[in-house]
């Protein structure tokens, strides 16, 4: 096991006071309300008292803690801590496999936008993250030794819980199309992979790092090939709010005849851009979710319950908030875009997700340089952070090319990148 060059690389900026666009957070605050629901759930303790807080004035609060006039020269903190309730549930234990509101607030989202509604008694886990979602599904459906289908370029963490549930990964590599400014998938490589001693694919669409929307015939494509060889799909979707120029993303579940094979891996980390509350979902058929649920009480035990409610209130919120989320990407996308191009960077831009993986094999000062240097210089010189390419393959040279960038920071921030690119490169 080797530690996450993401997470590297995000130290590295920091000790060089470099723009962060190597690791997938943003440094913009979260929807108000996802906030709320998170404080509201830890001061209330109840849900009565939730309520209560909910709509309170000043001075209902004045009258309530009985203060004298110079009340409103207290600081916040000797306010909220009076308004504490001395009863509590939220901050306790709950379900392990996640709060009633909540496993019933993903169901009603998923209908909205997949229209289909998983049972929130039999289909639906809470958990830590895409991160932990993933790992409980893999141990409870793959035995060691099976293989695991992952498209490279991979977020890394695919390969190394595969790693560590002795699972063997088969890779197939997704193509850049430059003339046309897309990547594709190789139909011939995946059926290959899908070979004997496959168990599952796994899919995440919007892509990291190419920004991919795996589109309707691409996804019919992987549905055929799990049904004729009895595979299982385990689909990443966190992107899935983020998709540009007019494309929608599709849920594999939602496909004719999949709902008993995929299992879809989901969280708030992107679409509440909170990716430090750690709380997400998998959606799993009933036959392997007691598995699933087990696992991960074992592990973990349950995602922070103040947290599962702020994300119950996110989920909970108008189709319009989650329809409008790639429009400030896209103006992000375009500043990237063009500043990386104005430095001889070669860039398909991305369909969908927030990330940029572009060919850094024409600018001068980088071309001779295998992609760490080239990530080690950009960071110590020009101070921008990026992800070596390499990072996202396992087999083959297609990732020597290539530079990640997340476009996920603020657009002064990625200003700031574009013109210290500018400064350095151009
Ligand atoms: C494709 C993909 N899956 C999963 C994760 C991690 O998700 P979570 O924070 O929900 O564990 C990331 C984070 O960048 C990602 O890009």
Same mark, same amino acid.
């Given at each position: ?202 899919? /995440?669409?919007?892509? /990291? ?106 989920? /909970? ?110």
């Amino acid at each position: 096991m080797k530690e996450s060059v993401i997470r590297l690389m995000t130290r590295l900026a920091v000790q060089h006071q470099a723009v962060n666009l190597s690791q997938g957070f943003t440094d913009e605050a979260p929807l108000f309300e996802l906030v709320w629901g998170g404080i509201a759930a830890e001061l209330g303790g109840t849900e009565e008292r939730i309520g209560q807080l909910e709509n309170m004035t000043l001075r209902q609060i004045q009258a309530e803690i009985g203060a004298d006039p110079t009340f409103l020269d207290w600081p916040l903190r000797r306010i909220l801590g009076r308004l504490q309730n001395p009863r509590d549930r939220y901050n306790q234990y709950s379900f392990p496999f996640g709060l009633p509101e909540l496993r019933q607030a993903i169901a009603g989202y998923t209908e909205r936008f997949y229209g289909f509604r998983p049972d929130p008694d039999t289909e639906i886990t809470v958990v830590l993250g895409a991160t932990e979602g993933l790992s409980s599904l893999l141990r409870a459906t793959c035995a060691p030794g099976d293989a695991l289908v992952v498209f490279q370029p991979f977020h890394e963490m695919y390969p190394s819980q595969a790693d560590i549930f002795g699972l063997v990964p088969r890779y197939t590599t997704l193509r850049e199309d430059r003339e046309a400014g897309v990547w594709h998938l190789d139909r011939d490589e995946l059926q290959q992979a899908a070979g004997p001693g496959a168990r599952a694919i796994i899919l /995440n669409t919007p892509h /990291n790092p190419t920004g991919k929307v795996f589109s309707a015939d691409d996804l019919n494509f992987i549905a055929d090939l799990a049904r004729e060889r009895d595979l299982f799909v385990f689909t990443d979707e966190i992107y899935e709010h983020i998709v540009y120029d007019g494309r929608r993303h599709f849920c594999l579940a939602a496909f004719e005849g999949m709902r008993d094979r995929t299992f879809v891996v989901n969280s708030i980390s992107k679409t509440g851009s909170a990716t430090g509350w750690r709380v997400g979902w998998v959606i799993s058929p009933p036959a392997y979710t007691t598995r699933i649920r087990a696992i991960h009480d074992t592990m973990v035990i349950q995602a922070p319950t103040p947290l599962q409610k702020g994300t119950t209130r996110l989920l /909970n919120q108008p189709d319009g908030v989650f329809r409008s989320m790639w429009e400030s990407y896209a103006a992000k996308r375009q500043v990237l875009v063009d500043g990386l191009r104005q430095v001889g960077f070669r860039v398909s831009p991305p369909e969908g997700s927030y990330y940029l993986f572009a060919d850094y094999r024409k600018v001068p000062a980088l071309s001779a340089m295998a992609p760490m240097d080239a990530a080690m210089w950009l960071i110590e010189k020009v101070g921008v952070a990026s992800v070596p390419g390499d990072n996202f393959y396992r087999v083959g040279h297609d990732g020597d090319n290539y530079l990640r960038f997340a476009f996920c920071r603020s657009l002064e921030s990625l200003q700031e990148a574009a013109a210290r690119l500018a400064r350095h490169l151009g």
